[in-house]
Nanobody, 126 residues
Framework: QVELVESGGGLVQAGGSLRLTCVASGRTFMRYAMGWFRQAPGKEREFVSGISWGGGRTYYAPSVKGRFTVSGDRAKTTVYLQMNMLDAEDTGVYYC???????????????????WGQGTQVTVSS
């Protein structure tokens, strides 16, 4: 079993920054990728960013590219999301997810992830 715990959310003014952290416990040898998703009230959960250890690749949603940076440790236990130049559209609950087992690429569909954290709230005031 894998447990994911996010932290680092909070209230920030537009233009500010936050750094989210996700710590994973449990087995790691099958972990292929970890992703960040967010969900705003009344909206579907959407892919924000992901990192895969198979090829060390990172991916970003177009809306956050150039502002957010994802990184992870070699042990595949911790992943970070540095968020800069935040705006009100970034408000939502941010979830960390892990993909256990090989995938052809870093998944961007929530259904392709096996385990999820409880989420951390990010609120950007304009």
């Amino acid at each position: 079993q894998v447990e994911l715990v996010e932290s680092g959310g909070g209230l920030v003014q537009a233009g500010g920054s936050l750094r989210l952290t996700c710590v994973a416990s449990g087995r790691t040898f099958m972990r292929y990728a970890m992703g960040w998703f967010r969900q705003a009230p009344g909206k579907e959960r959407e892919f924000v960013s992901g990192i895969s250890w198979g090829g060390g690749r990172t991916y970003y949603a177009p809306s956050v590219k150039g502002r957010f940076t994802v990184s992870g440790d070699r042990a595949k236990t911790t992943v970070y999301l540095q968020m800069n130049m935040l705006d009100a559209e970034d408000t939502g609950v941010y979830y960390c997810a892990s993909r256990e087992g090989w995938a052809p690429d870093t998944p961007q569909d929530p259904s392709e992830y096996n385990f999820w954290g409880q989420g951390t709230q990010v609120t950007v005031s304009s």
